[in-house]
């Protein structure tokens, strides 16, 4: 694998490109599909500036023409090294240090003229192959980087077939091949490696937050969230699942109104701390297991009410008053914890107190409507004397009865959301129903606030895991109620039953494939999720979520009583040293698999140089026997033997194939001890 410029040849004299070119191209083709996911990650100037770089390198290689100039990519590379810094204002760090590298790849290709600068390339593409990881570790990333890796590997062993032109496919072979012998060593060294932090991770990672609930909610954000149909989090239950009403992992919960932010509660009364959560759980409880998404977030997300703290390694969780479980530092990277909850709880201050008015609280001239609306209500002759209860269910009704309707699409609102729910557009999503609904009960007199979170999930028949995804984001109230604390109150549920009883959602648009997909054959599409849902979360489970815990447990299952670092330490040095002497004993096996004849006229050849006879490394025996009759002037008793014994070493390799055969070459090894070798040929 040269990479030398050729002469330009006439086009109808090519039919085929030359091997340089058919090994360039093919290098060019893996470079790009590792930088490919890579695309989303980087800037735009970048992914284009990498992308020309290629393709004029390819149309370089299909022409035989020459490669450009030192001075061109000197030019080059000051221009991204400027375009780099004026990106991210710096160049240190994960993402300008692997904009960086894509371009030092991507650039690298357009002096590829020997070998040795092919090397490099293999090199930074591994590190490029690497660098993907950085952003994403699902398992559709690591499958594509493992076609990446068989392809770097085919073109690194191609290169070292500089004969001919050995087909690509050959190369191919010898790199699976390769990729297969050290696939026990990365098994082996992934299991025991010693683990301080996620498998993938930097610093920078903490900043780079994915979609999720958000720490304040504005009306119409949670639809534009239910659009993504990516994973929340996956639960596994303990024994039989709540029902799916039941269902509520309660995230933050939103008490402060501005007129069209709802945000964490932020008091103007002293006496805020008598509303100290005071949980008393009721009924069965409920385990299982969560494994969580990174979000950037700090929020742990369990089902509604949680009363001990969620068993999670090298974290410290706390549970506000109100109910919501909160980590010392973001969710960065897949999280497993298990969680015993109680779907049937109570909570809250039994009796009014002072810091309830935080929850009666609404912004001056806004939604004049509503709150006329919340007098009307009060004022009914009906409603005389009716408690807080009697007044929910009032206004439930109205929502089910009152041509109200749950859409993704609603519209934008303006000014007086309440308002335009309420009496014009009578459409929204959840969290526009949950705020027309919170600022009404407010408007009678009830404290009322907003909890958002995620409401039911979809049981995966492959593994028996439920999956929460984001499209089951969902806002819903709670309202205080003497005697009883706070009461979770879903208006959505009035509006669409089946949001909140059954596994009804309302979907998002579907991509081309799964349309189609859906159309031909629903089924198909429904199990066709299903198993690649079971194989992310298998993935999740048994490789991103192989912690430094699972490690020492596998040390207890071994037999270690109090399993440390050190016993991790010399477990996998022992066995980097039986590997080792496995491979010692290979060796010599191999050793002795060789074959004996020629090992035994290597060794008299030896005999024979030392003793001062000039031979070279391919001299047959008959050779020999004739230089040494040259020789034997001086000493022929000597020297005669060894030569008939080298004749008969030669008619022995052509002899017919026997029993008999194999035996006399015992005879031929105990004679080459015995001969009287010489120490000085004159």
């Known amino acids: ?304 009410a949680t009363p001990q703290k969620p068993a999670l390694a090298d974290r410290r969780v706390t549970m506000t008053p109100d109910l919501q479980w909160i980590s010392d530092r973001p969710v960065t990277d897949l999280t497993r914890y298990t969680a015993t909850s109680y779907t049937d709880f109570r909570y809250g201050p039994l009796r009014s107190v002072t810091g309830l008015k935080d929850y009666l609280a609404l912004p001056p001239d806004y939604n004049p409507r509503t709150q006329q609306l919340a007098n009307t209500i009060r004022s009914d002759p009906a409603n005389a004397g009716a408690d807080t209860p009697a007044l929910v269910e009032a206004v439930m009704e109205r929502l089910h009865t009152g041509g109200y309707t749950y859409t993704l699409e609603p519209g934008v609102f303006g000014t007086h959301t309440a308002d335009e729910f309420w009496f014009d557009r009578k459409m929204g999503f959840c969290e526009h129903i949950a705020s027309s609904f919170v600022v009404l009960m407010r408007g009678m007199g009830i404290p009322a606030r907003i909890v958002t979170g995620y409401q039911g999930g979809t049981v995966n028949g492959v593994d028996g895991y439920w999956t929460v995804r984001q499209s089951d984001a969902h806002a819903w109230a709670e309202v205080w109620v003497a005697n009883q604390g706070w009461v979770r109150v879903d208006p959505t549920s009035a509006v669409a039953p089946g949001r909140t009883g059954s596994i009804a959602r309302l979907e998002a648009p579907r991509g081309v494939i799964a349309t189609a997909l859906s159309r031909v054959s629903p089924q198909f599409s429904i199990n066709l999720r299903a198993l690649w849902d079971a194989a992310n979360n298998g993935w999740n489970q048994w490789v991103l979520n192989y912690t430094q815990s699972k490690q020492l447990n596998l040390l207890r299952d071994l037999g270690f009583e109090s399993p440390s670092w050190e016993d991790l330490s010399y477990l996998l040095i022992g066995l980097v040293v039986a590997a080792s002497l496995v491979g010692a004993a290979w060796t010599l096996w191999e050793r002795h698999r060789q074959d004996p004849w020629l090992r035994l006229l290597h060794s008299a050849a030896l005999r024979l140089r030392r003793a001062g006879l000039e031979l070279s490394d391919n001299t047959p025996p008959r050779q020999m026997a004739s230089l040494l009759r040259q020789h034997s002037a001086g000493q022929p008793a000597q020297l005669q033997p060894i030569g008939d014994w080298l004749l008969r070493m030669e008619a022995w390799r052509y002899a017919p194939h026997s029993d008999a055969h194999a035996r006399r070459l015992g005879t031929l090894q105990r004679e080459f001890r015995q001969l009287p070798w010489p120490q000085r040929i004159p």
């Open 1 to 304: 694998m040269a990479w030398q410029p050729a002469a330009p040849a006439p086009a109808s004299a090519v039919q085929t490109p030359p091997r340089e070119a058919r090994d360039t191209l093919f290098l060019l083709a893996v470079i790009a599909w590792i930088i490919a996911p890579q695309v989303g990650n980087l800037p735009v100037w970048c992914s284009a500036m990498a992308a020309t770089i290629l393709l004029w390198r390819a149309y370089l290689a299909v022409r035989s023409l020459t490669l450009p100039s030192r001075w061109w990519l000197l030019g080059l590379l000051l221009v991204a090294t400027a375009a780099t810094y004026a990106t991210h204002r710096t160049l240190m760090g994960r993402d300008p240090g692997v904009t960086y590298v894509v371009v030092l790849l991507s650039l690298k290709t357009l002096e590829m003229r020997t070998r040795r600068d092919a090397f490099v390339i293999f090199f930074l593409g591994f590190f490029t192959l690497l660098a993907n990881f950085f952003f994403s570790q699902s398992l559709l990333t690591a499958a594509a980087m493992l076609l990446g890796l068989l392809g770097l590997l085919t073109a690194l062993v191609n290169s070292h077939m500089p004969v001919g032109r050995p087909p690509l496919l050959q190369a191919a072979k010898t790199a699976g091949w390769m990729a297969l012998l050290g696939a026990p060593i990365m098994a082996v060294l992934f299991v025991l490696f010693p683990r301080v932090a996620p498998l993938w991770g930097m610093p920078g990672d903490a900043i780079a937050g994915r979609s999720g609930l958000s720490a304040t909610m504005q009306v119409g954000t949670i639809a534009s969230l239910a659009l993504d149909d990516s994973v929340a989090m996956r639960i596994r239950f303990d024994g039989t699942a709540p029902r799916m009403n039941d269902m509520y992992f309660r995230g933050p919960v939103l008490s402060t109104f501005n007129g069209r932010d709802w945000v964490p509660l932020q008091s103007a009364f002293p006496l805020w701390n008598q509303l100290g959560a005071d949980l008393q759980p009721q009924g069965d409880p409920v385990t299982y297991q969560v494994t969580l998404e990174a979000n950037s977030r700090p929020w742990i997300l369990v089902l509604d």
